[in-house]
């Protein structure tokens, strides 16, 4: 028999769902080692890798497309110069702030020493490199401070938290990636009201004092394919970001509807984004410092991915989850991301419900102001991959009428096993 609760939420109707395609600009760079060789090739870029060098080449925890290929080809390249190249974990606290956690998310993405062809070093002990002009420490990851030189790879995108000249990109890789959890925790002590600052002060600090060769930004289109690739010197680092960052914040994808009540993410996970789901999509924003122009009145996520490896970042942003989810957190490793980020909002737990049914069925019945029989719901499978959706039967008619859609099945019921699970 099931508890009060469930008796409470009740048999609410789940809307019949149809699969939709939502339609961007979908160019993309389809040989991106081609592309990373006419890149490195520039004779300012290539100068820089001389035979006998020790270079450390990041290698972040982000999702990103092409990932693993992307380091391959610049690992090959530095060889085929007679340089040692290895991979260091540049990805602050993530993995659970262990040198070994760190390299395990590598391994989720396939990034492995085996696969490169050259070591990965991983540590979490740092170097004291400098101090910023307004006082503050800046680390940098031991390995790499004691290489000959360090290559930083990352792709760039509007960021989660906070708004800024520089987001997620080569000077935060510098900054937090390199920064393992100590140098990191530095950087986060103020807060994000002021990371749009402090990002670039330390990213500077350690480009004055630091042998950095070059960066190479990645960004990419809506349906999170590679878009461009460039490889910028240590001086147009700072001066050419920015640009990329517009540009990567041109591409970003969205759902291409209004007035949605529900949103239902199949997964979240911190290889879709550092917030597990990224609130550009989501609405649900950590912090005050970033924000968007839509609200949806109620969020659910039913899963936790694998290459997550148990960080919950972003349940805490949804008002519903499943006890599948829980089930598979690792609440101290999550935490420790939390306290290093001093934001705690995305690791508290929403309310926890048994099964997908019920966990979609609270958020319908607790929408206000809306006719529950024709509930406005949207299904993505996580914030980073949503060319393909599922919207609700009552969202058709808006669906026909946009030309960036293409409606690729008719209205279904959702498909639940005995256990009030989606299939």
């Given at each position: 028999?099931?508890?009060?609760?469930?008796?409470?939420?009740?048999?609410?109707?789940?809307?019949?769902?149809?699969?939709?395609?939502?339609?961007?600009?979908?160019?993309?760079?389809?040989?991106?080692?081609?592309?990373?060789?006419?890149?490195?090739?520039?004779?300012?870029?290539?100068?820089?890798?001389?035979?006998?060098?020790?270079?450390?080449?990041?290698?972040?925890?982000?999702?990103?497309?092409?990932?693993?290929?992307?380091?391959?080809?610049?690992?090959?390249?530095?060889?085929?110069?007679?340089?040692?190249?290895?991979?260091?974990?540049?990805?602050?606290?993530?993995?659970?702030?262990?040198?070994?956690?760190?390299?395990?998310?590598?391994?989720?993405?396939?990034?492995?020493?085996?696969?490169?062809?050259?070591p990965i070093k991983s540590s979490m002990e740092t170097v004291r490199i400098g101090v910023s002009p307004e006082g503050h420490d800046v680390h940098i990851d031991k390995n790499a401070w004691e290489?000959?030189?360090?290559?930083?790879?990352?792709?760039?995108?509007?960021?989660?938290?906070?708004?800024?000249?520089?987001?997620?990109?080569?000077?935060?890789?510098?900054?937090?990636?390199?920064?393992?959890?100590?140098?990191?925790?530095?950087?986060?002590?103020?807060?994000?009201?002021?990371?749009?600052?402090?990002?670039?002060?330390?990213?500077?600090?350690?480009?004055?004092?630091?042998?950095?060769?070059?960066?190479?930004?990645?960004?990419?289109?809506?349906?999170?394919?590679?878009?461009?690739?460039?490889?910028?010197?240590?001086?147009?680092?700072?001066?050419?970001?920015?640009e990329l960052l517009g540009l990567a914040r041109s591409l970003m994808p969205r759902i291409l509807f209004d007035d949605i009540a529900v949103l239902v993410i199949d997964e979240i996970g911190k290889?879709?984004?550092?917030?597990?789901?990224?609130?550009?999509?989501?609405?649900?924003?950590?912090?005050?410092?970033?924000?968007?122009?839509?609200?949806?009145?109620?969020?659910?996520?039913?899963?936790?991915?694998?290459?997550?490896?148990?960080?919950?970042?972003?349940?805490?942003?949804?008002?519903?989850?499943?006890?599948?989810?829980?089930?598979?957190?690792?609440?101290?490793?999550?935490?420790?991301?939390?306290?290093?980020?001093?934001?705690?909002?995305?690791?508290?737990?929403?309310?926890?419900?048994?099964?997908?049914?019920?966990?979609?069925?609270?958020?319908?019945?607790?929408?206000?102001?809306?006719?529950?029989?024709?509930?406005?719901?949207?299904?993505?499978?996580?914030?980073?991959?949503?060319?393909?959706?599922?919207?609700?039967?009552?969202?058709?008619?808006?669906?026909?009428?946009?030309?960036?859609?293409?409606?690729?099945?008719?209205?279904?019921?959702?498909?639940?096993?005995?256990?009030?699970?989606?299939?």
């Amino acid at each position: 028999m099931d508890s009060a609760l469930y008796n409470v939420i009740g048999n609410v109707k789940i809307p019949k769902m149809a699969r939709v395609r939502q339609k961007f600009d979908p160019s993309e760079i389809t040989d991106p080692a081609a592309g990373i060789r006419g890149e490195l090739s520039r004779p300012e870029i290539a100068a820089t890798l001389k035979p006998g060098m020790n270079i450390a080449i990041t290698a972040g925890s982000r999702g990103i497309h092409n990932h693993k290929l992307i380091l391959k080809t610049v690992v090959d390249i530095v060889k085929e110069h007679g340089a040692n190249p290895f991979v260091v974990p540049a990805m602050g606290s993530h993995g659970g702030a262990t040198a070994q956690g760190q390299l395990e998310v590598l391994e989720g993405f396939g990034i492995t020493p085996a696969y490169l062809g050259c070591p990965i070093k991983s540590s979490m002990e740092t170097v004291r490199i400098g101090v910023s002009p307004e006082g503050h420490d800046v680390h940098i990851d031991k390995n790499a401070w004691e290489a000959d030189g360090i290559i930083v790879i990352n792709k760039i995108k509007p960021h989660t938290a906070f708004r800024g000249s520089y987001e997620s990109g080569l000077m935060k890789m510098m900054t937090i990636g390199l920064g393992k959890q100590y140098g990191a925790s530095l950087c986060h002590q103020s807060g994000f009201k002021n990371m749009g600052r402090l990002v670039p002060m330390f990213a500077n600090v350690i480009l004055a004092n630091c042998p950095i060769l070059f960066g190479l930004g990645i960004v990419e289109n809506a349906y999170s394919r590679t878009y461009m690739l460039k490889a910028l010197t240590p001086k147009e680092i700072p001066e050419k970001e920015p640009e990329l960052l517009g540009l990567a914040r041109s591409l970003m994808p969205r759902i291409l509807f209004d007035d949605i009540a529900v949103l239902v993410i199949d997964e979240i996970g911190k290889n879709f984004s550092g917030d597990g789901q990224d609130p550009n999509v989501s609405s649900r924003f950590a912090t005050p410092y970033a924000s968007g122009d839509f609200t949806i009145q109620k969020v659910c996520v039913l899963d936790l991915s694998d290459k997550s490896h148990g960080i919950m970042i972003g349940a805490g942003c949804a008002d519903t989850c499943t006890q599948r989810l829980v089930d598979k957190s690792n609440l101290e490793a999550s935490y420790i991301n939390a306290i290093t980020s001093t934001v705690f909002d995305c690791v508290r737990l929403p309310m926890i419900l048994k099964n997908d049914y019920f966990a979609m069925a609270a958020c319908i019945k607790t929408c206000n102001e809306v006719d529950l029989e024709q509930i406005r719901m949207v299904r993505i499978p996580n914030t980073l991959e949503i060319g393909e959706i599922w919207i609700s039967e009552s969202m058709m008619e808006d669906a026909v009428k946009n030309p960036q859609i293409e409606i690729i099945s008719q209205p279904q019921e959702l498909p639940f096993n005995d256990e009030g699970n989606l299939w």
